[in-house]
Structures are given as structure tokens and as C-alpha cells.
């Protein structure tokens, strides 16, 4: 069975950082392409970013150049560096599992981690 | 970006109804497209996957249809645990894009 369990969220001030890891079971990791998509309070699933198997790298234009993701597959563990934070980037983030013919298409999803970002 | 507009935003049906919700796109994405369930304060699930394709273990009384720019998902008969939000996703292009979401009430 497939689990995606992300962690790493709270309270952050505008400008600060955070770092939201997704320890991933029960599937050839490394084989994998993974997302971060998220969702503000009441809002839709905004996607994030997203990572091949063999570590290629996307962002959204909302994030890039403030977010990183990245992967371990010894670990099997996803993560996403997030610096200077604003207001805006408050919301559940979840980590999604893509399929293995197309990574858009989230066949998985963890249970999401609450990021609050205010002073 | 690919714009994703789903309609409508809400409905309210009867349990037993045949409900449907319309997805378009602002470019051609072929059959890129998939559908997915939300209920509250839960992930999201994976419903529909390349317009048409039932994802394993969903029940039957969903479905999907469309290619390019205009789709369809429709639940046939609703049932109670069926209320939830559903969105539509384009995943012929990235930045990979959501619908607004429309919520199902009974």
C-alpha cells in the first residue's frame, strides 16, 4: 500500500523559511515523479513543484526562485525547501505520487502539512 | 499557463440524481486531463484519469469524457457519500493547473 506522510509545517513570520519533508512506503520510490500542491484556507489545489525520478526540477512562477524541492531516494523521502515566505503561502501542503507513465497525473497523495505564515 | 474553468462552482441535487460538471480548457491538451474528489479536511482522490479512464477501485457511477479543450465528468446516480468538491487537472503542460472546483451538496 502506498503512504505519503509529509511533515514539517507551523508557524513561520513573513520571510522566514521552512522545510516540509513527505517520507514516502510501499512503492519503488526513485521511480517515481513527485509534487508538492497546495491549498489555501477555503481556496483550490494549487500545484507547487514537481520532481522526475531522476531528479529534473519545476516550479510554479508563484514559488520559483524561493522553493526548492528535492529528493533522496535512499531515504525515500521528498522535500521542499521554502525561504522567504509570505502571507500568500499559506496553506495545506500536500506531497502527490505521479503515475508511472505521466508524473501530472497524482495517483497518491499524503494527508498534507498546515504552513501559517504571519507575525 | 493553461487555464482551467470549471463549471458550475456549486449545485445542490437529490441523492439518486445524475449530475454534471463541464471543464474547459484555454488551450488544446488532447485527453491530458483528470478529475479528482475532495472531501473536507481530507486529500484529495484521484477519480478519473486521461479524460475517460476509471482509476481502480472507483466506483462505476462516475465517469468521464471530452478531448481538447471542452470535458465532462459526471457522477450518474449520486449517492451520499458523494458530497465533496471535485476538480478537474490539466496535465498536458507544465505548470500543471487545477480547476476552481465545484462543490456537491445534497
Known amino acids: 500500500e502506498v503512504q505519503l506522510s509529509e511533515s514539517g509545517g507551523g508557524l513561520v513570520q513573513p520571510g522566514g523559511s521552512l522545510r516540509l519533508s513527505c517520507a514516502a512506503s510501499?512503492?519503488?520510490?526513485?521511480?517515481?515523479?513527485l509534487s508538492w500542491v497546495r491549498q489555501a484556507p477555503g481556496k483550490g489545489l494549487e500545484w507547487v513543484s514537481g520532481?522526475?525520478?531522476?531528479?529534473?526540477?519545476y516550479y510554479a512562477d508563484s514559488v520559483k526562485g524561493r522553493f526548492t524541492i528535492s529528493r533522496d531516494n535512499s531515504r525515500n523521502t521528498l522535500y521542499v525547501q521554502m525561504n522567504s515566505l509570505r502571507a500568500e503561502d499559506t496553506a495545506v501542503y500536500f506531497c502527490?505520487?505521479?503515475?508511472?507513465?505521466?508524473?501530472?497525473?497524482?495517483?497518491?497523495w499524503g494527508q498534507g502539512t498546515l504552513v501559517t505564515v504571519s507575525s | 499557463d493553461i487555464q482551467m474553468t470549471q463549471s458550475p462552482s456549486s449545485l445542490s441535487a437529490s441523492v439518486g440524481d445524475r449530475v454534471t460538471i463541464t471543464c474547459q480548457a484555454s488551450?488544446?491538451?488532447?485527453?491530458?486531463l483528470n478529475w479528482y474528489q475532495q472531501k473536507p479536511g481530507k486529500a484529495p482522490q484521484l477519480l478519473i484519469y486521461d479524460a475517460s479512464n476509471l482509476e481502480t477501485g472507483v466506483p462505476s457511477r462516475f465517469s468521464g469524457s471530452g478531448s481538447g479543450t471542452d470535458f465532462t465528468f459526471t457522477i450518474s446516480s449520486l449517492q451520499p457519500e458523494d458530497i465533496a468538491t471535485y476538480y478537474c487537472q490539466q496535465c498536458d503542460n507544465l505548470p500543471y493547473t487545477f480547476g476552481q472546483g465545484t462543490k456537491v451538496e445534497i
Open positions: 502527490a505520487k505521479g503515475s508511472i507513465a505521466v508524473g501530472g497525473i497524482f495517483v497518491s
Open positions: 510501499g512503492f519503488t520510490f526513485s521511480s517515481y515523479a
Open positions: 488551450q488544446d491538451i488532447s485527453n491530458s
Open positions: 520532481i522526475t525520478g531522476s531528479g529534473s526540477t
